[in-house]
């Protein structure tokens, strides 16, 4: 039987994009109507040129405040729908419309959406360049087609009447959500080769009316830019609840999908007499360690769940490999090295799960640096808190089990040997923590050891 082959390349990220010659055509198509909306608001349409709602220092200070408040809106897309996403950043996008001139508003909203979409390509999002691109271009469009209406909609002498002041705003804002959701579903529909019509109302139906209420926001924060300048910055306090509030809801959902998850590992490991139950028990240890260590409720679960997800990544591995019964290859090892990032990156993928994805990936890192520490991006205090708990956990429980290749060791020599590489494989603090409730237990966990199991010598680096 040919053996699975795995090749990891951390250099370059080659996505599937599902491109095809009609999506890029449709890219290069958006791309140009952007820089040909760009040239008519800048020369041919100089009557929407109007004055400036701030002068000097303040013009400044809020242009810095724009940019910021854009930026951060984009770096934490909410889930509403089947990869659609509602942007906190298009209320202040929305927002920067109505107050500031075109000139003016859609190069302060390019540069706040830029720098959220380059945060995060670096963090790991699933961006391409292209993607970027092609991003900020149907933002371009989107905002240039709105601008217009507004100005256009402004500058009707029936709608001058304050009875009906509202009117620009309203199809400004239809304006917005129509066009900036009909570019996006074209998009996707073009890459999936399915109807645009079909993802476009699907659009509409699952995020339109969460986007609706983003842009009520952001034209509720023009109108006090206009009448109360200072009582914008009240609103901040109040947009990051609602996020915190709408994630929140969108976690119920993620539990249900990390559930499944969870289940993939489970019988990933009853495949072995050796690790059954293996992920439950570091998922005890480690939330008992993180509310010793006196972190909050949602961070002791955010830890639990990716103490049960840490060996996620071990479900592609050869089963071969993890039950072989004795030492293992350096290609092997090389291959064993690759599964916190493999199980990170599937993690990833799960709305307001970022840290537990983290968690997992550096799960494996020692404290000091070493060099049998994997993948050896972080050391010390750089590896996430709830990455280091795992270390502890993983390795404590890892210890005390049998493995196909050596028997378990007694609870006392695991515990010594924590104790040992405190301040090098293990942080202090969480080994500390470790030995404080291990010895406080009236009974440990028992694990059977198999007569068969040969005598190898234990180090404690690796939960293999």
Known sequence: MARAQFTFNNNVRQLFTGDSLTSKMFQLAIAAAAVGLMVRTYLVAPEMATTAPFTGPAAILAAVLTVALVGLGGLFPLPLGHKIHLSLGSSAAFATLLVFPPQEAIPLAFAGT????????????????????????????????????YYRAQANLLLTNPAFSWLPVVATGAIYLLTNTWIVSTWAALRRRAWTWDLWVRALREAGSGYAASLALGAAAAGLVVTRPLLVLALVPLLASLRH???????????????????????????????????????????RLARHLNLSADEVELVGIAAKLHDLGKAVLPQAMLLKNGPLTDEEWALMHRHPAIGAQVISRLPGFE?????????????????????????????????????????????????????????????????ANRGTQFDSRV????????????????????????ALQWQAVSSR
């Open 114 to 149: 830029l720098i959220a979409q380059v945060i995060r390509w670096k963090r790991g999002d699933r961006l391409t360049l292209p993607t970027i691109i092609f991003n900020l271009m149907q933002y371009v469009v989107t905002w240039s087609l709105a601008a217009d209406v």
């Open 245 to 287: 509030a709408l994630a929140r809801m969108s976690g119920i959902i993620v539990r249900q999908s990390s559930a499944a998850l969870e289940a993939l590992v489970e019988i990933t490991e009853q495949g072995s007499p050796f690790t059954a139950e293996h992920s439950e028990r570091v998922s005890w240890w480690a939330q």
């Open 355 to 419: 840290a537990v994805a983290r968690y997992v990936r550096y799960h494996h890192e020692r404290y000091d640096g070493g060099d049998r520490g994997y993948p050896g991006d972080l050391q010390g205090a750089a590896i996430p808190l709830g990455a280091r708990i795992i270390a502890v956990a993983d390795s404590y429980d890892a210890m005390i089990s049998a493995r196909p290749y050596r028997p378990g060791m007694s609870k006392e020599q695991a515990l010594a040997q924590i104790s």
């Open 431 to 454: 080994a500390s923590a470790l030995l404080e409730l291990a010895q406080g237990e009236a009974e440990g966990i028992t694990v059977a050891e198999p007569q068969q199991a040969p």
